[in-house]
């Protein structure tokens, strides 16, 4: 079992990558279950943390074999909820992020604000 999350920020045209293999996927939850409550006290988060935290609802839905329209528009709808937390980011324009989950196809899902 692997996790490749790879994202690409429009506003510093930088690719990112987290990577969370066998051993480390509960470490993965734990760090989405702070996320997590960040967000619900209403505590400004980094992007790399919000795209933790959506990845990890669209890790969950690939798994469970969800069509990619739905997990397309959950990720979209859970980063919009959320992108008002964001610290630095005030010229952000477009976020690419791909999934790769185990052996499942590649998702990518974008987000334009």
């Given at each position: 079992m692997l996790i490749h999350i790879k994202y690409f920020n429009s506003e510093n045209s930088d690719f990112k990558e987290i990577q969370v293999g066998d051993r480390k996927e509960n470490a993965f939850k734990i760090i989405y279950q702070i996320i997590n409550?960040?967000?619900m006290?209403?505590?400004?988060?980094?992007l790399e943390q919000l795209i933790i935290f959506c990845s990890f609802k669209s890790i969950k839905?690939?798994?469970?074999r969800i069509n990619y329209q739905e997990i397309q528009n959950e990720s979209i709808?859970?980063?919009?909820k959320n992108k008002s937390r964001l610290i630095n980011f005030k010229n952000l324009k477009t976020i690419t992020m791909e999934?790769?989950?185990d052996d499942f196809?590649?998702?990518v899902i974008n987000f334009s604000i």
């Open positions: 409550q960040k967000i006290d209403k505590q400004s988060i980094s839905k690939i798994r469970s709808k859970e980063f919009y999934l790769i989950v196809p590649k998702n």
